[in-house]
DNA sequence: AACAAGACCTGCATGC
DNA sequence: TGCATGCAGGTCTTGT
């Protein structure tokens, strides 16, 4: 699931809910996700305070410490399939399956949640650093630009794809050039800016990369969003974080009209991973 | 150096 | 119904 904009809508949720508290218990399954979690995840984070919620790409950083001084960061990564769930403590249901982190937190208003981190794939995972070092964190000091950030540009754009004869689409899903983009919205961004993805990025001029550079703020901004508006019901009855009610113009729809032109949508593997395109509208 | 392919996992939809 | 196949929103490692 988690892209940018559903990582971004997670953190609000737990900020929601959880900011401020203090984590009263850890508990882990211990099944390896990307790596083990640490086995003295409970010794580190219990008695902690929950200082801050940010995000760097596809990471979630949680600042914790005692009192008022942050000490750790817990680096998270929800891979492919990772959910987080939230709940007032009790009506907190059984682990379910493929719950691999439960914390509770009890808040300063009194009121004690469960936050959950479930992931059945196991391409996730979480970490933990010493506070103020996460820019250096092995997982994260490769990383390229935040695409919501003010360091983003068509320029930067153009300067990062010099000499790239890989194919636009694969060129944006790389981590260490734009933080944060994945496949479903490097095929709404190409799409909205009117850009093949198999162009070569090299190719792509740098008026067209403002345009792109517009269109992948645009499907972020709106799909965070569209999280956000779900996420202002709060949690859902099932604990889980309402993300996305998104509207997808090409991706998953091969075969469907161009909302443009209305041309079947067209279905490539670029990669190893599916893009999707109007070959009408996208050159 | 740059790029593609393979590997890591489970769950689900599809087709026989 | 059971079984095999292929696919899934990510990223790390290996091979060309």
Redo the contacts with the bound molecule.
Sequence with gaps: ???L??VETVKRAIADHALGGEITSVRQSG??M?WPIPEDIDAQLTGLTIHNLRRR???ILMDCGKGKTASVTMIL?????GSVRIYPKRMTPEAQ??DHLILGVMRQDQRENTVVLND?????GVQITAFGADEQHP?IN?MGVEPLGNAFSAEYMKEQFQ?????IK??L???RII????????SEALFLAGISPKR???SVSLMRLEGLKDSIQTVLNK?IDAGGTSLRDHVQPGGEIG??V?QLNV??KEDQPCPNCAKPIK?I??????SFYCSDCQR
């Excluded at 059945?120 to 996730?124: A, I, M, Q």
């Excluded at 000499?163 to 194919?167: C, H, I, L, T």
């Excluded at 933080?179 to 490097?186: L, P, R």
Aim: aromatic letters at 10%; charged letters at 25%; proline letters at 7%.
């Design positions: 699931m988690p892209e904009p559903e099944k390896t990307r790409g596809k990471y990564h929800l891979g492919m399939s399956k493929h059945p794939r196991r391409f996730g997982l490769k000499g790239k004869s890989a194919p694969s060129t899903l790389d981590q933080a944060g983009i994945g496949n479903i919205y490097a070569a990025a090299r799909a993300y996305f998104q991706y998953g279905m593997r670029q990669t190893g991973r599916a």
